[in-house]
C-alpha cells in the first residue's frame, strides 16, 4: 500500500513541465476519486458490522520511508526474523523463489512479485496474456501514473521490465511488460489454478501475499459491491498483493483505514486495520469494456 500524494506547483515551468504537471494532476483526482469510491463502500459496511465508522482508506506510502531509529533498532532486537525488505515493518519479507534465481538475469512474474513502480514499492496482483497477445500485469492503480517504469525487486539486473500503460475505473492499474520476461501462475508461496468468481462468504478466510508483510490470512468480514472487506493483516508495500482462496485469485488489495494502524511487526497481533480489496471480477469486466492493454486477460 502507499500514500497519495499531490506535490505543490513550482513556478518558472517550461512547457513540457506544464504539461507532466497536468498529467500529475489529472491522475491525483482519478486517485482521489477512486479513494473515495472505496471509503464510502468499505466505511459503509464496516459502519453497518458495528466495527468503525468514519474512517478514511489508508493506501499505501513512500518506498523511501525512513525505519524509525531507535524503535526500528529495538523491534528488531526482539528476534523477529529478517529480511525485511520494507523500511520501518519487521515482517519476514518474501524472498526470491529459486525459479526467479535460475533464470536470471531475466525476471520471472507472477503473482505476489515484488515491484517499484517509479520510486514506489508495491506487489504484482497477477500477469498474464491479454487478447492482443500482450505480456501484462496488473497492480493498484493508486503505485504510480501512466508511463511509470516498473523494475523486479526480485530480479533487479534485468532492469525496467515494463511501464504502466492503463487506468481503469476501479483502483488497479495495467502493466505492459517486456517480451523477453517470463510469466507465471506459480510465484514463491502464490499458486493460482484460475481467476475469479465470488470472493469467500463472511466469515470465511482469504489470504494476501506482498512484500512487507509476506502471507496473512484472515476472515472475510463483509462484501459491498465490487470491494470486499477482509481482517488481513497488510501494510505499506502490500498494495496490488494477490488475494486468494484456494488457489483462486479473487481480489487485489488497496488499502486499509485510518486511523487504526497497519501491520508493522508480529508483535501487534489482531490489532491492526482491516483490509479493503476490490474484486478481481469487477476488475476483469472493467478492463474488457475498456479495451485495449489487459482486455481479454488470461493467466499464463
Same mark, same amino acid.
Given at each position: 500500500?502507499?500514500? %497519495?500524494?499531490?506535490?505543490?506547483?513550482?513556478?518558472h515551468l517550461s512547457h513540457k513541465e506544464h504539461a507532466m504537471q497536468r498529467t500529475t494532476r489529472t491522475h491525483a483526482r482519478h486517485h482521489r476519486t477512486l479513494r473515495g469510491r472505496i471509503l464510502r463502500g468499505a466505511a459503509g459496511l464496516l459502519a453497518s458490522l458495528g466495527i468503525a465508522?468514519?474512517? @478514511? /482508506?489508508?493506501? !499505501?506510502? +513512500?518506498?523511501?520511508?525512513?525505519?524509525?531509529?531507535? %524503535?526500528?533498532?529495538? %523491534?528488531?532486537?526482539? @528476534? +523477529?526474523?529478517?529480511?525485511?525488505?520494507? =523500511?520501518?515493518?519487521y515482517f519476514t519479507s518474501p524472498t526470491a523463489p529459486a525459479a526467479q534465481q535460475r533464470i536470471k538475469p531475466r525476471a520471472l512474474l507472477g503473482p505476489s512479485t515484488p515491484i517499484m513502480v517509479g520510486d514506489s514499492i508495491c506487489t504484482l496482483s497477477v500477469t498474464g496474456i491479454d487478447?492482443? @497477445?500482450?505480456?501484462?500485469?496488473?497492480?493498484?492503480?493508486?503505485? #504510480?501514473?501512466?508511463?511509470?517504469?516498473?523494475?523486479?525487486?526480485?530480479?533487479?539486473? !534485468?532492469?525496467?521490465?515494463?511501464?504502466?500503460?492503463?487506468?481503469?475505473?476501479?483502483?488497479?492499474?495495467?502493466?505492459?511488460?517486456? =517480451?523477453?520476461?517470463?510469466?507465471? &501462475?506459480?510465484? #514463491? $508461496?502464490?499458486?493460482?489454478?484460475?481467476? #475469479?468468481? =465470488?470472493? =469467500?462468504?463472511?466469515?470465511?478466510?482469504?489470504?494476501?501475499?506482498?512484500?512487507? *508483510?509476506?502471507?496473512?490470512?484472515?476472515?472475510?468480514? #463483509?462484501?459491498?459491491? +465490487?470491494?470486499?472487506?477482509?481482517?488481513?493483516? !497488510?501494510?505499506?508495500?502490500?498494495?496490488?498483493?494477490? /488475494?486468494?482462496?484456494?488457489? $483462486?485469485?479473487?481480489?487485489? %488489495?488497496?488499502?486499509?483505514?485510518?486511523?487504526?494502524?497497519?501491520?508493522?511487526?508480529?508483535? +501487534?497481533?489482531?490489532?491492526?486495520?482491516? !483490509?479493503?480489496? *476490490? *474484486?478481481?471480477?469487477?476488475?476483469?469486466?472493467?478492463?474488457?469494456?475498456?479495451?485495449?492493454?489487459?482486455?481479454?486477460? &488470461?493467466?499464463?
Amino acid at each position: 500500500m502507499r500514500a %497519495l500524494w499531490l506535490e505543490g506547483i513550482e513556478p518558472h515551468l517550461s512547457h513540457k513541465e506544464h504539461a507532466m504537471q497536468r498529467t500529475t494532476r489529472t491522475h491525483a483526482r482519478h486517485h482521489r476519486t477512486l479513494r473515495g469510491r472505496i471509503l464510502r463502500g468499505a466505511a459503509g459496511l464496516l459502519a453497518s458490522l458495528g466495527i468503525a465508522a468514519g474512517l @478514511g /482508506v489508508g493506501t !499505501a506510502g +513512500q518506498a523511501a520511508a525512513n525505519p524509525m531509529g531507535s %524503535l526500528d533498532a529495538a %523491534l528488531t532486537a526482539t @528476534g +523477529q526474523p529478517g529480511p525485511h525488505r520494507v =523500511p520501518g515493518h519487521y515482517f519476514t519479507s518474501p524472498t526470491a523463489p529459486a525459479a526467479q534465481q535460475r533464470i536470471k538475469p531475466r525476471a520471472l512474474l507472477g503473482p505476489s512479485t515484488p515491484i517499484m513502480v517509479g520510486d514506489s514499492i508495491c506487489t504484482l496482483s497477477v500477469t498474464g496474456i491479454d487478447a492482443a @497477445g500482450n505480456k501484462v500485469g496488473i497492480t493498484a492503480a493508486h503505485c #504510480g501514473v501512466p508511463g511509470s517504469p516498473v523494475r523486479s525487486l526480485d530480479a533487479p539486473e !534485468a532492469g525496467v521490465i515494463g511501464k504502466v500503460v492503463k487506468f481503469g475505473n476501479l483502483d488497479y492499474s495495467v502493466i505492459r511488460l517486456r =517480451p523477453d520476461v517470463q510469466l507465471t &501462475r506459480n510465484y #514463491g $508461496r502464490v499458486a493460482l489454478n484460475r481467476s #475469479g468468481g =465470488p470472493a =469467500p462468504a463472511v466469515p470465511n478466510a482469504a489470504c494476501k501475499t506482498g512484500v512487507a *508483510t509476506g502471507t496473512k490470512c484472515g476472515p472475510v468480514l #463483509g462484501h459491498l459491491g +465490487q470491494t470486499f472487506v477482509s481482517h488481513i493483516c !497488510a501494510s505499506l508495500g502490500d498494495s496490488g498483493a494477490p /488475494v486468494y482462496a484456494g488457489g $483462486r485469485l479473487v481480489g487485489i %488489495l488497496n488499502g486499509g483505514f485510518q486511523p487504526l494502524p497497519s501491520c508493522t511487526t508480529p508483535l +501487534q497481533g489482531p490489532l491492526h486495520s482491516p !483490509a479493503v480489496s *476490490t *474484486t478481481w471480477d469487477a476488475i476483469a469486466a472493467d478492463m474488457n469494456a475498456l479495451g485495449g492493454s489487459g482486455a481479454g486477460f &488470461r493467466l499464463p
